[in-house]
């Protein structure tokens, strides 16, 4: 079992920067990819980012690529979203989300585990 906490979400403006956190419990953080998703009011769950188990491998959304970087520190079981550049339509609640699958994945169906979201508004 592992639990997911995340926090950093907040009011920012256009060409902002925000970092994300996302803290697991369990001891076997270290054995699972982690995911960044995202979802606006009125839209479906989207794909951000996922890292692998060592965070040696990364991939991310078109739509934030260049502008987001993830990474996580399994010492400290946590797995973190640098967001730079923001823009309005970042404007959305942010799941962290831990998946078996070694690189991650960008469906949400592979993910087991859920945080519960923190929320990031972009104004222009």
Same mark, same amino acid.
């Given at each position: 079992?592992?639990?997911?906490?995340?926090?950093? *979400?907040?009011l920012? +403006? /256009?060409? $902002?920067?925000? @970092?994300?956190?996302? #803290? %697991?419990?369990?001891?076997?953080?270290? =054995?699972?990819?982690? *995911?960044?998703?995202? +979802? /606006?009011? $009125?839209?479906? @769950?989207?794909?951000? #980012? %996922?890292?692998?188990?060592?965070?040696? =491998?990364?991939?991310?959304?078109?739509?934030?690529?260049?502008?987001?970087t993830?990474?996580?520190?399994? #010492?400290?079981?946590?797995?973190?979203?640098?967001?730079?550049?923001?823009?309005?339509?970042?404007?959305?609640?942010?799941?962290?989300?831990?998946?078996?699958?070694?690189?991650?994945?960008?469906?949400?169906?592979?993910?087991?585990?859920w945080?519960?979201?923190?929320?990031?508004?972009?104004?222009?």
């Amino acid at each position: 079992q592992v639990q997911l906490v995340e926090s950093g *979400g907040g009011l920012v +403006q /256009a060409g $902002g920067s925000l @970092r994300l956190s996302c #803290a %697991a419990s369990g001891r076997t953080f270290s =054995s699972y990819a982690m *995911g960044w998703f995202r +979802q /606006a009011p $009125g839209k479906e @769950r989207e794909f951000v #980012a %996922a890292i692998s188990w060592s965070g040696g =491998s990364t991939y991310y959304a078109d739509s934030v690529k260049g502008r987001f970087t993830s990474s996580r520190d399994n #010492a400290k079981n946590t797995v973190y979203l640098q967001m730079n550049s923001l823009k309005p339509e970042d404007t959305a609640v942010y799941y962290c989300a831990a998946s078996p699958i070694n690189g991650g994945s960008s469906w949400y169906t592979e993910y087991d585990y859920w945080g519960q979201g923190t929320q990031v508004t972009v104004s222009s």
